[in-house]
T-cell receptor
């Protein structure tokens, strides 16, 4: 079993829909990151979380440390949100990182 | 533009060869991270340097090595290359030694033939 599990693997939505991507992890962490990888390959760091909730524009990320679970929400989705979203955790004891397999999001106009 | 520069963007080389990938971090960032992204393994953390010293080590093969120079740029050296080393190699930088937000370069696509 992978230490970081994301769901769903693939997601197709209509423009304007509310999107949720989930991430569960099984290891002790010091932080969790949400990354966005565009079709061209470039990676952008969206959020770094160690507790609670963060919001940036239409994106919201939450983390529940007790349940070892994080969610990334996109409100009013847009075709330019189409990308692969990757959950990554930084291990508590040694700063090593583990990555989820990614969620491929396609938003149709 | 993240401010992190990686060169070269593309590299094609033969098995058994050695290559060097270069990363210039954002101005003022002391931490540099290296990651490998392959089709079968996904993203993997290789190594982190902070102000010239190794800070954290991930799934880095013995054939791979890295260093960070006094001007804070970093190089990832890959030797005795195998077909399976073909991947995207990303560098990221951040301002601190501990957990913090990182900014990614555009990556170097390595193809081993």
């Amino acid at each position: 079993k992978n230490e970081v599990e994301q769901s769903p693997q693939n997601l197709t939505a209509q423009e304007g829909e509310f999107i949720t991507i989930n991430c569960s992890y099984s290891v002790g962490i010091s932080a969790l990151h949400w990354l966005q990888q565009h079709p061209g390959g470039g990676i952008v760091s969206l959020f770094m979380l160690s507790s609670g909730k963060k919001k940036h524009g239409r994106l919201i990320a939450t983390i529940n440390i007790q349940e070892k679970h994080s969610s990334l929400h996109i409100t009013a989705s847009h075709p330019r949100d189409s990308a692969v979203y990757i959950c990554a955790v930084r291990l508590y004891n040694n700063n090593d990182m583990r990555f989820g397999a990614g969620t491929r999001l396609t938003v149709k106009p | 533009d993240s401010g992190v520069t990686q060169t070269p963007k593309h590299l094609i080389t033969a098995t058994g060869q050695r290559v060097t990938l270069r990363c210039s971090p954002r101005s003022g960032d002391l931490s540099v991270y290296w990651y490998q992204q392959s089709l079968d393994q996904g993203l993997q953390f290789l190594i982190q340097y902070y102000n010239g010293e190794e800070r954290a080590k991930g799934n880095i093969l013995e054939r791979f090595s890295a260093q960070q120079f006094p001007d804070l740029h970093s190089e990832l050296n890959l030797s005795s290359l195998e077909l399976g080393d073909s991947a995207l190699y990303f560098c990221a930088s951040s301002s601190s030694r501990a957990v913090s937000e990182a900014f990614f370069g555009q990556g170097t696509r390595l193809t081993v033939v």
